[in-house]
């Protein structure tokens, strides 16, 4: 059976489809008899559900809530405690010498949607045990403006050396680099308990119970 072919549509620009144009009409235009029947609705609404409230044949939802307990809290004075694992402003962990955690692997701001973690790896210098092992961030920044908080950073750190349990949440500040949060103060910031380190040390090397290759192994 033969079957009907049909001539093929060109792309229309954009992959978009093509819509009729209309030409505008003053009963196009004009917008104010569509907001005089607008607030024709809503203020016949108003006067029957207040009409209803007043005669007792609808619950007051003001005086139901009132009944129940006002549940609002007077913020800033008041805040909620926010849960335990609740995502705020990072942290970087520091060990028990102050020193980074962090060894710069770039596994974070490899991870990091929002592409906003910028990290300059260094080498510990000579005589540093940590040489030849693992290197530290010479410059370690975060743009807390355009992070998400999906927390993806502290997942992907092998080191638990970015955290984002400060539980605090950003400020409005009033300029972009009031939010552009580098090496020294992400070590400043502390856990919620007040703690700079972590309560999941890795084994450090020259730790008896550091399960990686020791500097002698390197040399065979
Ligand atoms: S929380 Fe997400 S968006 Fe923010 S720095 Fe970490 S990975 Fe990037
Ligand atoms: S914070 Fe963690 S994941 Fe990011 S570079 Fe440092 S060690 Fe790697």
């Known amino acids: ?33 569509e ?35 006002i549940t609002t809290i007077s913020y800033p004075e008041q805040k909620r405690p926010y849960p335990e694992r609740f995502r705020g402003l990072h942290r970087l962990t520091q060990r028990d010498d102050g020193s980074p955690r962090c060894v710069a692997c770039l596994c974070c701001s490899t991870a990091c949607p929002a592409q906003c973690i910028f990290i300059e790896a260094g080498e510990y210098p000579e005589g540093d045990p940590r040489r030849g092992y693992e290197r ?11 992070c998400i908080f999906c927390g993806y950073c502290v997942e992907a750190c092998p080191c638990d050396a970015i955290r984002m349990d400060t539980g605090l949440h950003a400020v409005p ?4 680099e009031q939010f552009i949060y580098r090496k020294d103060l992400l070590l400043a910031q ?21 399960p990686g290759v020791t500097r002698e192994h390197m040399t065979h």
Do not use: C
């Open 190 to 210: 502390a856990s919620r308990d007040g703690s700079h380190l972590t309560a999941n040390p890795r084994h450090e090397p020259g730790d008896e119970t550091h």
């Open 136 to 146: 530290y961030p010479v410059k370690f920044v975060i743009d807390e403006l355009r």
């Open 35 to 69: 907001i005089f029947k607008g607030l024709a609705v809503a203020m016949r609404h108003f006067f029957r559900n207040t009409k209803e409230m007043v005669r007792n044949e609808r619950p007051d939802p003001v005086t139901e809530s009132i009944a129940q307990g």
């Open 1 to 33: 059976m033969a079957t009907a072919t049909f001539p093929k549509k060109p792309p229309s620009p954009n992959n978009a489809y093509v819509v009729a144009h209309v030409e505008p009409t003053p009963a196009t235009q004009v917008y104010l008899p």
């Open 173 to 176: 500040y009033d300029s972009r």
